[in-house]
């Protein structure tokens, strides 16, 4: 096992101290993004499109400015012209120009005293539409008739004769393919899709704006990251990102969907034309539903090549993936490097297109792309399996990429731990419990890749040498008790001693977000390196009182002490002793460091699931989930389950319920909870975890990113688990009731 | 010099070569030479690239080191949630 790697040996790190926002969570006290409130605040709501596709004939706010406490409308006039590529898209999403895009799309917004005046007044804003055909479908928007979205979008990558709806192309591959299928015993090939799913975020998008006439402003918002927050308003807005000062709420779930802008600038532009007066805006349910960034949905082939022993000799892919309206948005390029990622195949081909459709632009979600690309090929591998008669651990196992290993997208693999994950599955429990009737298990693995980025973190010596670092990645998953571990250890102080706060824009350079499983890998290692610096003047000021050279003094157990006989006999002087005298030894010792994170470890996780499938209903209960993920080193153990937990329970939810289900006009039509049917406490099972350590040897303790592989084998797992259960293989997420009994009914009739 | 790696789709755009060699200490200086002898390219790497150098994935670094015998793959821009 992997945990004999581990180079043990902390007081800390490894441990489970209370979280540091604990207490102000369950009173209540935490503040969000709909929490702040300030005086003389308007509150706005934003006018959106009926119509899937239309174009603008004609905006009119007459009425709606007639109203006594109406302050302020913005319409697409308001905004700067002359933006390109992703600065244009994310203008053109938070308001519409020509063409209204998707259902949702937001048309106008409007500024009033009250919330119910502004969206009295929303209802008064007359808009004159020219209804244009529409087209929701991946497949159908490729068709030849299907309705051109943007004309001349494809990039440079399209080969010519696709339709214009196809706007980026993406192709790779090494080996020969053709001579791989044909050394193989059996070569199947099978067509899987999935539908778009919702982060599903408990908290809605919600911010406060002010914005004088003189272009300065301030922004309260619930994000992953503000840093983006401020450059992408800025680039909206047209205003220099120096003049907007961010600063992040709590956040109440992200999951990649609040790494972007949808209606941050409006709040800004309102509060300007109501005279700088500051301007509160939060979404509805519906409104977060129809008009925040899902992911993508998918449609794609997958070709394998099997050996009767299990050893894959080719594999192939073909993906079609839609992100909306918008090019850029749809996950091709993280889908196909992740699609063979777990394998060590001698000869594969990736293709992959992105096509427009009349959706909402989709936003990153949890590995985004990964956990599509798994469902078609780990589905594959395991139908593949089955036929056999093979065991699908030892399979993966047969095949599973290693150090040294040529990944599927090109380089070799440094070392990694899905060997680790997959014995460690076997020999769990779960994996030899009996089953009954109507009952089936599923076994998958999943990649993702992890993520540095640009991080820049200070840390101060308080007087009474307790320590406040300052970070600029929001805590959505621990990232401030796992940071304040690092730093404790690398101090040689008590975990309570150190406060680490999430600063705003004006308090550090420039932070990524919370993004791509990065904050405890990239916030903690840059905090590990501001304490170090801060740990080499605090043995600067112990040496010059003690008048011996720097370099004789050594940091150990929160304190600098002689470091050896030779340096002198000089009792420890602590922290808290240098801290209180740091005013007269120099001023005040801080620590700071700003990097672009190298040395990423990618993440591997094997999960095993246990279902019971109704075949009256066709309903599928979870009888037990079973997580196995390499964390590199678990910092904080109870946050890395948490991780793995919430992946898993997102996961089983795209797989068994979740989709965005469009009516034949283009509207959405599940635009609530109750309809879009998130998996809820009594739908879950205590889901079980091991954390596999192999540590990454690019960061100071070993960590990998958690947050993201965890959500990426659900999908494959649960479809093979209903289908040893029901006795058909669906193919197509979400595998529903509905969708479930109709498969069996069909199965019998047949 | 270092072995760049080019996806399918891209080597049309490099007299049809699955990997060139270009001279360059960082990511940076490997985009430019690449962007300079394949002028094709360009419009790629100014849209945003990713690249794995010697195994290790680097989303958008281009002052991470590059050494002369070093193996260079371009990936899409990663993203993540």
């Known amino acids: 096992m992997a945990k004999d790697e581990i180079t043990k040996g902390y007081k800390l790190v490894g441990t489970r101290p209370n979280r540091p926002d604990g ?74 120009g020509e063409k209204a895009l998707y259902d949702g799309h937001a048309v106008a917004a409007v500024a009033a ?193 099997m050996k009767k022993d299990g050893t894959v000799t080719a594999g192939q892919v073909m993906f079609r993936m839609q992100g909306g309206a918008f090019v850029g948005m749809s996950p091709i390029g993280e889908a196909l490097p992740c699609a063979f990622a777990c394998y060590d195949i001698p000869a594969l081909k990736h293709e992959a297109v992105e096509v427009l459709t009349n959706r909402p632009k989709a936003a990153a979600y949890r590995a985004p792309g990964s956990p599509m690309a798994a469902f078609a090929v780990e589905s594959l591998m395991d139908e593949m399996c089955r036929e056999l008669g093979l065991d699908p651990i030892d399979v993966r196992l047969k095949n599973a990429a290693k150090e040294g290993s040529k990944s599927s997208y090109g380089p070799v693999y440094n070392r990694i731990g899905l060997v680790e994950t997959l014995e460690a599955a076997k020999a769990h429990p779960n994996y030899a419990i009996p089953l009954g009737p109507n009952q089936g298990r599923g076994v998958a693995s999943g990649f993702w890749f992890n993520h540095g980025g640009e991080t820049s973190v200070s840390l101060a010596i308080g007087e009474d040498g307790t320590v406040q670092v300052s970070i600029g990645t929001p805590d959505i998953g621990g990232s401030r008790a796992s940071i304040a571990l690092m730093t404790a250890e690398t101090l040689g102080i008590p975990y309570e001693n150190v406060r680490v706060n999430v600063v705003e824009t004006g308090a550090l350079g420039v932070n990524e977000p919370t993004h791509g499983s990065r904050a405890t890998f990239a916030s903690g290692k840059a905090a590990v390196e501001a304490a170090r610096q801060a740990i080499k003047e605090m043995c600067r000021r112990a040496a010059a009182e003690w008048e011996i050279e720097p370099e004789a003094v050594e940091w150990k157990d929160g304190a600098a002490q002689p470091a050896g006989p030779n340096a002198g006999k000089f009792p420890p002087m602590t922290i808290a002793e240098i801290g209180a005298k740091m005013g007269g030894t120099g001023g005040p010792i801080s620590g700071h460091h700003e990097t672009n994170a190298g040395g990423v470890g990618a993440s591997f996780g094997t999960h095993v699931v246990d279902v019971e499938v109704d075949p009256e209903t066709g309903r599928t209960t979870v009888l037990r989930y079973l997580v196995v993920q390499d964390a590199g080193t678990a910092i904080h153990p109870a946050y890395v389950e948490g991780q793995y937990q919430g992946g898993a329970a997102q996961g089983i939810g795209w797989a068994l319920n979740e989709e965005y289900v469009y009516g034949a006009d283009g509207r959405l039509q599940n635009t609530v909870f109750l309809d879009y049917r998130i998996p809820v406490a009594s739908d879950l099972p205590m889901i079980d975890t091991v954390i596999v350590e192999v540590p990454n040897p690019g960061h100071p303790y070993g960590v990998r990113g958690v947050g993201e592989t965890g959500i990426t084998p659900p999908l494959p797992a649960l479809a093979g688990a209903v289908a040893a259960a029901a006795g058909v293989r669906l193919r197509s997420l979400p595998m529903s009731p509905p969708k479930v009994l109709a498969a069996i009914k069909a199965a019998r009739q047949a | 010099m270092a072995r760049v790696h080019l996806w399918s789709s891209l080597r049309r755009f490099a007299e049809g070569q699955e990997v060139v060699e270009v001279e360059g200490a960082t990511v940076g200086q490997i985009f430019d030479a690449l962007a300079r002898t394949y002028p094709g390219l360009a419009p790629a790497i100014a849209a945003g690239l990713s690249v794995a150098v010697d195994g290790e994935v680097i989303a958008n670094s281009r002052s991470a080191p590059v050494r002369p015998d070093s193996e260079v793959y371009l990936l899409q821009r990663l993203k993540g949630g």
């Open chain 1, 23 to 96: 207490l102000d969570k369950v009173t209540g006290r935490a503040r969000y993004g709909a929490d702040f409130s300030l005086p003389g605040m308007l509150w706005a709501a934003v006018v959106r499109s009926p119509h899937a596709h239309a174009k603008i004939k004609r905006i009119d706010a007459t009425k709606a400015l007639a109203l006594d406490g109406v302050k302020a409308v913005v319409t697409r006039a308001d905004l700067p012209t002359g933006l390109e590529g992703e600065d244009l898209n994310l203008q053109e999403n938070t308001l519409a």
């Open chain 1, 113 to 305: 005293t009250s919330a119910l005046l502004a969206q009295d007044a929303a209802r008064l804003i007359e808009v004159e539409y020219e209804v244009i055909p529409h087209v929701t479908d991946v497949d159908a928007a490729m068709q030849p008739g299907a309705p051109v979205i943007r004309e001349g979008a494809a990039d440079y990558s399209v080969p010519e004769g696709m339709h214009p709806n196809v706007v980026r192309h993406m192709e790779f591959g090494h080996g020969d393919v053709v001579a791989g299928f044909a050394a193989a015993d059996i070569v199947r090939e099978e067509t899987y899709k999935t539908e778009a799913t919702h982060q599903g975020y408990i908290e809605p998008h919600a911010c406060v704006g002010q914005m004088g006439e003189d272009g300065r402003g301030e922004m309260w918002v619930c994000t992953q990251g503000h840093w983006y927050i401020r450059r992408m308003c800025a680039a909206v807005l047209g205003i220099e990102a120096a003049n907007l000062r961010v600063t992040p709420s709590e956040i109440g779930g992200g999951f990649g969907g609040k790494t972007t802008i949808f209606m941050e600038p409006l709040a800004l532009a309102l509060s300007k034309k109501a005279g700088g007066r500051p301007v509160k805006l939060v979404m509805s349910r519906a409104e977060v539903l129809r008009a925040t960034g899902p992911t993508a949905s998918a449609s794609m082939d997958v070709k394998i090549g």
